[in-house]
């Protein structure tokens, strides 16, 4: 690191947590390729739209965190090589194998047919919500939505969804428990060991008793052409899980919160409902789930913007500071539902583009338009500066709690005014294959 660093102080605070884009603003004008060093690794981060965009594409900056220089075991720990070492974590061939497997799996008819059944999910947990007039909105609808989803679609049995979501979200709210950094550390690596040991009594199960889903579609795969290993299956089998709902969530969470902090955003989209798949679109520039593209290492030296960077450095693409770039985006500080609709990078770039694209934007249109049909006067239950975050440090951005009021009113079925969360066709130029990726979906 060059003695111009970003020094973590500067950048890992809770203000930041609150509001990072005037940081990433400042950067973005000042030292566009920047140095940072951060309390989880040092790395370089590229914060303009052009940069990022090349640099999701760049063959010299490396996602195979697990080669010679071990960089991921070193950053995450002596277990997490046991879930992480997947497609997301992988270059071309590697890569495009794996991501051919599970997009064969992952069809687009396998996705169509969860329609109804997320729109179901979504009722059950709105019925739970609205007699009471208040909610705690992540735990009681942004997590468990997503969660149920993936975890039907990969096969996970219903008397296991509780505590195989206990065990990832202790990996998602790492440094935000009231735990000492060692005992964070090791809840961490006892949440990876114990889900790792429950993947793969699932795959053992599911090569026993195939069913209709996804784990047994990729068993097949397996056992007939040795397409996958063992631990490919296993591995492959957590990144659908943990990326099939973590940033789904989180974006709800930030969605809801930038629409009831911009209430003419807010009525707008409630008077022309048929506004919510482009809404989706500008929620995930305007506030994305995934800041930082998951890491890249250079393999050797590379220059941005005048910048050298050493081979062997670690870089991160910072999303949510290129879908802020004045250069692309007039006026990116404001919150617009009827921009139009442009090549923002909250699903990333390139062969890592979100394999999920299609189940998150699905999840997204039926869970973002039911809530705002059927909770009433929805507002937040406390003021905006005292919600509490995901930490700055965190490679999520996304809310710890989400308290919110509204109207109580009866079960699903009341008919209201408005049409918004009325099931949406896919928007045009959503990708023919859907696809676990860079970004919203995880970036594979």
């Not at 390729?33 to 989880?40: A, D, G, Q």
């Not at 009681?140 to 969804?161: K, N, Q, R, Y």
Request: glycine share 8%.
């Amino acid at each position: 690191m060059t003695e111009h660093a970003v020094r973590a102080s500067e950048v890992y605070t809770d203000e930041f947590a609150a509001d990072p884009y005037p940081t990433f603003a400042r950067l973005r004008a000042e030292t566009p390729v920047c140095p940072v060093s951060s309390p989880r690794f040092d790395s370089y981060l590229i914060t303009g739209f052009d940069d990022a965009r090349a640099a999701l594409t760049d063959p010299r900056l490396s996602k195979d965190l697990y080669g010679p220089g071990q960089h991921y075991l070193r950053i995450f720990g002596p277990n997490s090589e046991a879930l992480n070492r997947n497609m997301l974590n992988a270059d071309p061939p590697e890569h495009t194998r794996l991501r051919r497997i599970v997009s064969q799996a992952f069809s687009p008819r396998r996705i169509e047919a969860l329609r109804p059944r997320v729109a179901q999910i979504v009722d059950d947990l709105l019925d739970r919500i609205t007699p009471h007039g208040r909610a705690e909105l992540m735990h009681d609808f942004a997590i468990p939505l997503p969660m149920m989803v993936i975890s039907e679609l990969l096969g996970i049995p219903e008397a296991d969804h509780e505590r195989v979501l206990d065990w990832t979200q202790v990996i998602r709210t790492s440094g935000s428990a009231n735990r000492r950094p060692e005992e964070d550390r090791a809840a961490v690596q006892e949440a990876q060991l114990r889900l790792h040991h429950y993947l793969a009594d699932l795959v053992q199960a599911k090569r026993a008793h195939p069913a209709d889903d996804m784990v047994s579609a990729l068993i097949e795969d397996c056992d007939q052409d040795g397409k996958l290993s063992e631990r490919e299956l296993v591995t492959t089998t957590f990144l659908l899980l943990f990326a099939g709902h973590q940033t789904t969530a989180d974006f709800l969470g930030n969605a809801t919160v930038a629409l009831l902090t911009h209430p003419d955003q807010l009525d707008l989209l409630r008077a022309r409902p048929e506004l919510l798949p482009s809404a989706i679109e500008e929620l995930l520039r305007f506030d994305g789930p995934l800041p930082v593209a998951s890491p890249r290492i250079a393999t050797e030296d590379v220059e941005y913007r005048g910048v050298r960077i050493p081979r062997g450095a670690i870089v991160g693409v910072v999303i949510n500071a290129a879908n802020h770039d004045p250069a692309h985006f007039a006026d990116p500080d404001r919150l617009d539902l009827c921009r139009e609709r442009g090549p923002h990078l909250g699903f990333g770039y390139g062969v890592h583009y979100c394999l999920g694209v299609s189940l998150a934007r699905m999840e997204a249109r039926i869970g973002l338009g039911a809530l705002l049909r059927r909770l009433p006067e929805l507002r937040l239950g406390v003021p905006v500066d005292e919600l509490r975050r995901l930490p700055a440090a965190s490679p999520f951005r996304g809310l710890l709690e989400l308290p919110v009021q509204f109207t109580a009113s009866g079960a699903a079925g009341d008919p209201t005014a408005g049409a918004v969360g009325d099931p949406v066709p896919a928007a045009a130029g959503d990708p023919a294959v859907v696809g676990v990726g860079d970004a919203a979906g995880g970036n594979a």
